[in-house]
């Protein structure tokens, strides 16, 4: 009799270490899931950039007054426009060295820096926050081009945002370089024990993709150990007449835009 109350003693004790061990665990993902999911890192205001083309420093109010950080690479003859989101890591130190790629066929590129991430100013807080500041900057983009010259592009977080932006406005294109079905499930894999509904960060990318009615390009590396391959397979499913998958052959995560095989359908696409 002892022995049984002995052994329910310690199975609560137990019980209740791993569930203070959980609560613990799940509050620390909570707080910190921001800088878990975005390796931002600023510059100083006078940072000079270094690229040989010719670009400008665009410094744009968000809907709370904070001020973003872009930088808007032009062509010599420009076609129009393609506003890029970049992924989850990285400053315009380094991401304006595709600006090349884009350049070179005859159309300017803008690439945004998100709230805290290089000369950006504020903090990621959470989704809605950063669609805001997204389309913010996109209808400041519309002011200087018109809609049906402007591509929208999004690589890795990008590309869910990319998404969300097009399937609200009417661009010339969506283009999409490593896309997540659903970063809610994405994320599920990384941590499984945390829960959804705790999530600051869903981007569903798939709820939003049927939505958008221009011509969408996806282009994933088969060889991707981030976000899986798969997820592009099923993201093409959604789609009707408007979709172009391009699998990416021996390419990982980091380089699509480097890969010769992008760079020739982007002629295609941008010609």
């Known amino acids: 009799m002892e022995m049984i109350k002995t052994l329910k003693f310690l199975t609560i004790v137990l019980l209740v270490f791993f569930v203070v061990v959980y609560v613990i665990t799940v509050s620390y993902v ?51 426009l393609v506003f890029y989101l970049h992924g989850n890591a990285g400053t315009l130190e380094t991401w304006g060295s595709i600006s090349k790629i884009y350049t070179s066929l005859g159309y300017d590129i803008f690439i945004l820096d998100y709230r805290s991430f290089g000369k950006s100013e504020g903090e990621i807080e959470n989704e809605e926050q950063l669609n805001k500041d997204v389309a913010t900057v996109y209808k400041t983009m519309k002011q200087r081009y018109s809609e049906d010259k402007i591509t929208i592009a999004g690589y890795s977080i990008g590309s869910g945002l990319a998404t969300i932006l097009a399937s609200e406005n009417n661009p010339k ?11 809610t499930e994405l994320s ?8 959804n509904f705790m999530k600051k960060f869903r981007l569903d990318t798939f709820m939003y993709l049927p939505k958008v009615k221009a011509p969408v390009y996806i ?41 010769d095989d992008f760079q ?8």
């Open 30 to 80: 909570y707080f910190n899931q921001t800088g878990m999911i975005f390796q931002s890192s600023s510059l100083p205001k006078n940072y000079q950039f270094e690229y040989h083309s010719k670009f400008e420093e665009c410094n744009i109010k968000s809907f709370d007054g904070v001020n973003l950080h872009g930088l808007l690479f032009k062509a010599e003859h420009s076609k129009g």
């Open 173 to 183: 294109a969506l283009i999409l370089q490593s896309p997540y079905f659903s970063f």
């Open 188 to 195: 599920s894999r990384k941590v499984p024990f945390f829960p």
């Open 219 to 259: 282009f994933h590396g088969t060889d991707d150990q981030l976000i899986s391959f798969d997820n592009s397979v099923r993201l093409k499913k959604l789609l009707k007449s408007n979709a172009n998958f391009y699998p990416l052959q021996n390419q990982g995560h980091i380089g699509v835009n480097e890969n």
């Open 264 to 271: 020739n359908q982007l002629k295609i696409i941008l010609q």
